[in-house]
């Protein structure tokens, strides 16, 4: 797996999405949030675009290394050209899409989340 850059980024857009949504619900770190955003555009097949115009805020190593190896699954080009870029662009399309959804302004807790439904997750398990 390649690794081009070494730090992980937010365009101002998605930083808003993140620092809202970390004070709001309650996330314990600002990592949590951003992979939530990854895992949100994993979820709803966000098509892969390369984002511009990003800060960083993380670097490789702080990264999560379960969804590395999700992202070497479900987008193995794209992760042997970059793995890291691949994360940053996921962690800023997710996070946008959560942005702007209908319910946005509403979510009061993590379960509410668009993916995260707890109570259907454990009734589709028994």
Same mark, same amino acid.
């Given at each position: 797996?390649?690794? #081009?850059?070494?730090?992980?980024?937010?365009?101002?857009? +998605?930083?808003?999405?993140? @620092? !809202? %949504?970390?004070?709001? &619900?309650?996330?314990?770190?600002?990592?949590?949030?951003?992979?939530?955003?990854?895992?949100?555009?994993?979820?709803?097949?966000?098509?892969?675009? #390369?984002?511009?115009?990003?800060?960083?805020?993380?670097? +490789?190593?702080?990264?999560? @290394? !379960? %969804?590395?190896?999700? &992202?070497?699954?479900?987008?193995?080009?794209?992760?042997?050209?970059?793995?890291?870029?691949?994360?940053?662009?996921?962690?800023?399309?997710?996070?946008?899409?959560?942005?702007?959804?209908?319910?946005?302004?509403?979510?009061?807790?993590?379960?509410? %989340?668009?993916?995260?439904?707890?109570?259907?997750?454990?009734?589709?398990?028994?």
């Amino acid at each position: 797996v390649a690794a #081009k850059k070494t730090n992980i980024g937010l365009t101002p857009e +998605a930083r808003s999405v993140l @620092d !809202d %949504l970390y004070d709001r &619900l309650g996330f314990r770190e600002l990592a949590h949030v951003r992979d939530i955003g990854v895992a949100h555009a994993i979820r709803c097949g966000i098509k892969v675009k #390369k984002v511009s115009g990003t800060t960083n805020v993380w670097g +490789a190593a702080q990264t999560s @290394d !379960d %969804l590395v190896a999700v &992202l070497q699954v479900v987008y193995p080009e794209d992760a042997e050209e970059d793995i890291y870029a691949l994360y940053e662009n996921l962690a800023n399309l997710g996070l946008e899409d959560l942005g702007k959804d209908k319910n946005y302004k509403r979510w009061k807790d993590i379960t509410e %989340l668009p993916g995260l439904d707890v109570d259907t997750a454990d009734a589709e398990r028994s």
